[in-house]
C-alpha cells in the first residue's frame, strides 16, 4: 500500500494527486491505499477536496483505508469520498486496523 501524509492546501493537494497517479502507472493490478493522516490538523479547503475526490475515481483504485484522523478529518473524509461516490473506503483509528482490512480478501 501507498504511505503518505495529506496536507490539505490546493497546491498540496494537486501535487498529491499528480505523485499518486505516478505511482499508479508504475504498478499493475488494482492498488489499495494506506492513507495516514495522523499528522493532518487542517481541514481541506473546497477545491483541495475536489482535487483529492478525483482520486477515488481511478480505475485501478481498489480500497482506500484511512487512519489517524481527528473528528474533523474523519467529517471531511466521510463528505470527500461521499461526494465521490467511493464505497471501498473505510477510517480507522489505527494503522493495525486498517491494514487488516485492506489485506482481506486478497
Given at each position: 500500500?501507498?504511505?503518505?501524509?495529506?496536507?490539505?492546501?490546493?497546491?498540496?493537494?494537486?501535487?498529491?494527486r499528480?505523485?499518486?497517479?505516478?505511482?499508479a502507472?508504475?504498478?499493475?493490478?488494482?492498488?489499495?491505499?494506506?492513507?495516514?493522516?495522523?499528522?493532518?490538523?487542517?481541514?481541506?479547503?473546497?477545491?483541495?477536496?475536489?482535487?483529492?475526490?478525483?482520486?477515488?475515481?481511478?480505475?485501478?483504485?481498489?480500497?482506500?483505508?484511512?487512519?489517524?484522523?481527528?473528528?474533523?478529518?474523519?467529517?471531511?473524509?466521510?463528505?470527500?469520498?461521499g461526494?465521490?461516490?467511493?464505497?471501498?473506503?473505510?477510517?480507522?483509528?489505527?494503522?493495525?486496523?486498517?491494514?487488516?482490512?485492506?489485506k482481506?480478501?486478497k
Open positions: 500500500p501507498f504511505r503518505g501524509c495529506l496536507e490539505t492546501d490546493v497546491a498540496v493537494a494537486e501535487e498529491i499528480d505523485k499518486v497517479y505516478a505511482l502507472e508504475e504498478h499493475e493490478g488494482t492498488i489499495n491505499w494506506l492513507i495516514d493522516l495522523t499528522q493532518n490538523t487542517r481541514i481541506a479547503s473546497s477545491q483541495a477536496r475536489k482535487n483529492l475526490s478525483g482520486l477515488s475515481s481511478y480505475p485501478r483504485f481498489g480500497k482506500l483505508a484511512f487512519f489517524g484522523q481527528n473528528i474533523f478529518m474523519r467529517v471531511a473524509v466521510n463528505f470527500i469520498m461526494a465521490a461516490g467511493k464505497k471501498n473506503t473505510r477510517q480507522f483509528a489505527t494503522e493495525a486496523e486498517a491494514l487488516a482490512w485492506l482481506e480478501g
